[in-house]
């Protein structure tokens, strides 16, 4: 059985504990954000108070106020889009594959990437009730939600420390990869 490590929004410096690797589950408040929203933010600011939030990249399917699917999107395209909220003080970023080493330099001594695993979309929405909206014009997939979480299980991809599990499965790859076509 997996320990997992309960953590809830906002976060504070339990966070700067976790390590690559560590199972965690996440529950209260959570962002999802994704491209547009990002700019958006960036542009006019940001709509909540990002101490100790967490953003998921994320574009939900709602019906009804009811969240259908929240499964992860491809964290490493708002790379350049990030440095931004964790200024702000948000504490942790949740997504899929991983995000850039800029990124896993700006997370030192602050935040988390938080790995979601990808194809569990409605899984992941059993574990969510939805709270609210900003920036709803920007349609359904590139709004913030705001998104109560209830025990969602994750895995620490990026820690604060410097350590990357998706840095250390690419360098593992092109080794292997080398060593059987040179």
């Known amino acids: 059985m997996v320990n997992r490590i309960c953590l809830k929004t906002p976060l504070g410096d339990e966070v700067l504990s976790l390590h690559a690797g560590d199972h965690v589950t996440l529950s209260g ?5 994704r491209d547009e929203a990002h700019v958006r933010m960036m542009e006019e600011g940001i709509p909540f108070n990002p101490q100790g939030a967490a953003i998921y990249h994320c574009g939900p399917v709602i019906r009804d106020s009811r969240i259908l699917a929240a499964g992860p999107t491809t964290s490493s395209r708002l790379n350049s889009l990030t440095g931004f909220l964790l200024d702000g003080g948000v504490r942790a970023l949740i997504g899929k594959g991983g995000m850039g080493t800029e990124v896993a330099g700006q997370l030192r001594d602050r935040g988390v990437y938080l790995a979601c695993t990808g194809g569990c979309a409605v899984l992941a ?4 009730s939805l709270k609210g909206v900003f920036f709803e014009d920007l349609g359904m997939a590139e709004a913030i939600w705001i998104i109560e979480l ?6 620490v991809g990026i820690d604060s420390h410097g350590n990357d599990l998706f840095a250390d499965i690419s360098r593992e790859a092109n080794k292997q990869f080398h060593i059987q076509f040179t």
């Open 150 to 155: 209830d025990s969602l299980p994750l895995v």
């Open 29 to 33: 408040i959570v962002y999802t954000a």
């Open 125 to 128: 929405a059993s574990k969510m």
